[in-house]
């Protein structure tokens, strides 16, 4: 059963409680995404790390009830 977009933006925010989150559903079918993930909580973090910290907010749910996720994170201008 696909995740909703709600539910994957409500655990990045549970799991980075400072990040701004923009979930796209790219495919329409609930099951391919793209999420931009904006922290100041990044900020000098390397980039690997900051995509660690946001698959460790969704709970091991990339590869199985999630899909694919096209991840795009930074920091706030």
């Known amino acids: 059963m696909p995740m909703a977009a709600e539910e994957i933006e409500t655990l990045i ?3 980075i409680p400072d990040a701004h989150v923009e ?3 790219l495919a ?9 993930v904006v ?3 990044f900020r000098g973090v390397p980039r690997v790390k ?6 460790e907010a969704l709970g091991g749910r990339m590869g199985g009830v ?4 096209q991840l795009t994170t930074a920091i706030p201008e």
Not at 28 to 36: E, F, L, M, N, P
């Open 66 to 69: 999630l899909h694919a996720l």
């Open 39 to 41: 922290a100041e909580s």
């Open 13 to 15: 925010r549970e799991g």
């Open 23 to 25: 979930i796209t559903d």
């Open 50 to 55: 900051q995509h660690q910290r946001v698959y």
């Open 28 to 36: 329409g079918d609930g099951d391919h995404y793209a999420a931009r």
